[in-house]
């Protein structure tokens, strides 16, 4: 493959004070990249202003976490309103209001018809590891299933959980025992070669199994592991890091009837893809599957730090359950600070409001252009997703789907660095995912102005690649 003609933005010697400053004094494991040098100054709706004042089109959303927009001005109504009446107190030893309503509309909005309890946050790696304590403590089981490409934070037990990148991992051994990594239906690129929906060859329960599962049900809990000795199976409905990866529809449902048929605690990590992204509020509503533990973050408060796990009573409640654990197993200083509350309040009612059907129809409007483009272009090999979560999968060859290699550039940037580099130079910010994908997660409220802003930018970047490569 021809070497990609490829220089980085260029940095303005404001910018560059900026980030020099920030060498001297941050940490080393940031994972910053030359491709995207912004320097914030300031940032309203899908617009973000750099200190030089440029203007991009935000298709970002600082990872999915705005998905009101930057500084919604409800947001920051409810904000004011509420540091001048409380700031903090610590919502695990007492009570105010903010954070009751907030955790009574998170159990109305969840999936479920079963009384459920609610943990807050900091975030999303916190409501990771509540998870695995609920899970432990509630069951006495010791083992836990996740999936190759998953992401669930950095944390111990995030990262033990995690299969999406190795440096991830390295050198932090020995991580938690007892976790099974199995495949995810990454349909397009299938670690087993099969092509769905041909590769549903036989049920479980009754319920249609794609291939993949069959790998836990016919390998690990056959050869490896007893399946009564596994307290949690945890997933992501579409997977985030991984690449924006949507599973067959078949899927969840049969991991349901699997949990339930073991015993084992089912959770569903929705911090990336729920609360409206997809067009529901979950992604798992798609298929009409409710976890017993529900993993929110990100979106909830518009940009403040704030996770929710919203579990099952029986599971967080020792007055329904025995086995649920007891005061003092587990707690937040910071968690449902009432600030923090207040702004998740807001979040939840203008997604609910004004944002949940946005997202559908300028995803729809998004997705078809962005396929359109493929059919126009060489190296888009697939485009997938659900409401404004939608992945960009980009290949040398879409007949034999050949990736791109690790390097495509003299200097050693990937094919994800160039097209987000050079997205960059024309005012558009987009991050990379998986191997060789791209992910678009803008704020919901959008616009169709906005969704065609960007096409015309990708459309740009890809034509510009791909006359390189001619």
């Known amino acids: 493959m021809k070497h990609i003609k490829y220089s980085s933005p260029e940095i ?14 941050m940490f080393g494991a940031h994972t910053r990249t030359r491709e995207i040098p912004l320097v914030v100054d300031h940032a309203r709706g899908a617009r973000v202003t750099d200190i030089d004042g440029k203007t991009f089109l935000d298709f970002g959303a600082g990872f999915a976490v ?13 904000v004011n309103t509420q540091v001048e009446r409380l700031i903090h107190i610590s919502g695990s030893d007492f009570y105010y209001e903010p954070q009751i309503t907030l955790a009574e509309k998170l159990i109305d909005i969840t999936p479920g018809d079963f009384a459920k309890r609610v943990y807050f946050g900091s975030s999303g790696a916190e409501a990771v590891e509540a998870t ?13 299933i996740s999936f190759i490409g998953a992401f669930h934070g950095r944390t111990f037990s995030g990262m033990t959980m995690s299969g999406s990148k190795k ?10 025992p007892e976790v099974y990594h199995i495949p995810f239906p990454y349909c397009y690129r299938c670690i087993f070669r099969q092509t769905y929906p041909d590769c549903i060859e036989k049920e479980y329960e009754g319920i249609p199994l794609v291939h993949c599962l069959s790998y836990l049900t016919d390998v690990i809990f056959e050869r490896l592991i007893d399946p009564d000795d596994v307290a949690l199976i945890m997933v992501e409905p579409i997977q985030g890091e991984g690449g924006y990866i949507v599973p067959p529809k078949e899927f969840l449902p049969a991991l349901r009837v699997l949990a339930d048929k073991h015993g084992i605690v089912l959770a569903f990590d929705e911090i990336q893809c729920g609360l409206g992204r997809t067009g529901k509020w979950f992604a ?91 059919s126009r272009h060489t190296i888009i090999g697939e485009v997938r997703g659900m409401g404004l979560m939608i992945g960009l999968e980009l290949v040398q060859d879409k007949k034999t789907k050949e990736p791109f290699p690790p390097v495509v550039t003299k200097d050693g940037k990937n094919i994800k660095e160039v097209i987000t580099g050079e997205s960059y130079k024309r005012g558009l910010i987009l991050y990379g995912a998986g191997v060789c994908s791209i992910r678009m997660s803008p704020p919901l409220m959008i616009t169709k102005d906005d969704a065609q802003q960007a096409i015309t930018i990708i459309d740009e970047v890809i034509t510009h690649v791909e006359e390189q490569l001619a």
């Open 132 to 144: 695995l304590k609920i899970s432990r403590h509630f069951t006495r089981r010791p083992r836990m």
């Open 167 to 176: 440096i991830q991992r390295a050198r932090f051994s020995s991580l938690i």
């Open 66 to 78: 705005v998905g009101t927009g930057h500084c919604h001005p409800k947001v920051l109504q409810a």
């Open 12 to 25: 303005s010697k404001t910018a560059q004070k900026m980030i020099d400053r920030d060498r001297k004094v």
């Open 284 to 374: 798992c509503d798609h298929v009409g599957v409710a976890p017993d533990i529900m993993l929110i973050a990100k979106a909830i408060a518009s940009g403040f730090p704030m996770s929710a796990t919203v579990a099952n009573a029986t599971l967080m409640d020792p007055e329904i359950d025995q086995r649920a654990w007891r005061p003092g197993a587990h707690g937040s200083t910071f968690g449902g600070n009432p600030v923090i509350a207040a702004a998740g309040i807001a979040s939840l009612d203008i997604i609910e409001k004004e944002l949940i059907k946005n997202a559908h129809e300028i995803g729809t409007f998004l997705k078809q252009e962005l396929i359109d483009l493929m």
